[in-house]
């Protein structure tokens, strides 16, 4: 009887193994590290992917499939994600961006932007273009503080933020007048 016991406990060891390992393999395809991450991002926020909703936090990138199921990428060590709406008369409480689902005011509206760290290192003084949801996107290194100012012909904002891994990544109150 003994032996009959080890013999099935050795099969079902070996079965479940073979079971484990064939998972492991059908699951390669759901982490990939070859995925150009800020491309993805990028085409999340211009609309370039449909049947899939996605947002993004301080430190990953979430997709949501039509069947619910999610994928989830991890966004890089060293740079952080900002979407910023800047507005003249609408916007919305927003804290973690959705690439799909929000909506700004001014949408493929063209800006002057600029923006340095608290060390006084310029980081970005260039036009940028909102995009068809109303956001700017930027990528910007971690754990820094920033002041920012935007002009849209003769309207601007200023403000200051910053890029800790509890900050938001949707920026929606900063108003031009």
């Known amino acids: 009887m003994r032996k009959k016991w080890f013999f099935i406990s050795i099969v079902s060891i070996i079965v479940l193994s073979g079971c484990i390992s064939q998972q492991s393999k059908n699951n ?8 150009d991450i800020k491309q993805l991002v990028s085409d999340y926020s211009k609309g370039n992917i449909e049947d899939q909703s996605a947002s993004i936090n301080s430190t990953q990138l979430i997709v949501t499939n039509k069947d619910n199921s999610q994928l989830t990428y991890a ?3 060293d740079e952080f ?5 800047p507005y003249i008369e609408q916007t919305h409480p927003c804290a973690t961006h959705s690439l799909t689902g929000c909506r700004g005011e001014l949408i493929n509206t063209e ?30 290194p971690r754990d820094k503080e920033y002041r920012i100012s935007i002009t849209q012909n003769e309207k601007k904002v200023e403000s200051t933020f910053s890029t800790f891994e509890s900050d938001d990544t949707c920026i929606t109150t900063m108003k031009l007048i």
């Open 81 to 85: 994600f900002v979407s910023i709406a």
């Open 75 to 77: 966004l890089p060590k």
């Open 28 to 35: 390669k395809g759901l982490t990939r590290s070859d995925i």
């Open 111 to 140: 800006f002057e932007v600029f923006i340095e760290d608290s060390e006084g290192n310029i980081l970005r003084d260039e036009k940028l273009t909102s995009n068809s949801h109303g956001f700017i996107d930027l990528w910007l």
